[in-house]
């Protein structure tokens, strides 16, 4: 089972916006068409597919996301506006992989840059977990660890202590994929590996205090290979 994260993408109504280093959505259409040449089985992208909280925007990804050529799936970050995303393409919480189970878990707090699960989606985390021991992948927006970038931990995921007693109790909870930090990252805590994957437009600086942008660095595209109860995961970056 071949699993691409993309993340990330800020896109605009405006299809010839740019970003800071770029533009958004030819940006994108590359990646896409290199994630295509990988030939996943599933295609997860982990938020903030807008920048400007447009339908437009959405349409934009859809269009580009639908030449896909296997299942694919988004999920909201602090950017987007679901109300304005499920019209287009429903989210997923929950996807069988065969010996594997994706469990998405939301993180945004309407109006706000920072993440949150709360205890009520805490609360149903906890119970969707109970019902099954298979090997299990988690998708989310913000990382679940700090840094080390001071500006970009003043907006990661408040309450990730109380997320991680919580997994504690979940010893099948493998492996964290998140978007938000426009960054590769490998990194673990209590046994759990946790990943966070390019941005398909600007790249964060790692380690900055400061917000700054990563020139050097170009998008990308994580690829996740699970096999029984292992996987094998690395970014690829695409020229454009």
Known sequence: MRIVQITDCHLHADPRARSRAGFPLRQLEAVVNAAIGEHP??????????????AASYEFAHGVLSRLDCPWFWLAGNHDQPQLMEPVKATHREVD???WRLLTVDTCVPGQAHGEIG???????????????RPTLLAMHHPPLILGSEWLDAIGLKDRDVLWLTLADFPQVRMILCGHIHQA????????????TPSTTDQFLPGS???AIDEASRPGYRIVD??????LTWVERVDL
């Open 97 to 99: 992989l065969d010996g």
């Open 119 to 133: 205890e009520t989606r805490l609360a149903e985390l906890v119970e969707r977990l109970g019902a099954d021991d």
């Open 209 to 211: 205090a400061v917000f």
């Open 185 to 196: 990252l490998a990194s673990h805590r209590q046994g759990v590996a946790i990943y966070g």
């Open 41 to 54: 089985d599933l295609v997860l992208v982990t938020g903030d597919i807008s920048q400007d909280e447009t």
């Open 226 to 231: 699970l096999t029984d109860g292992e996987w």
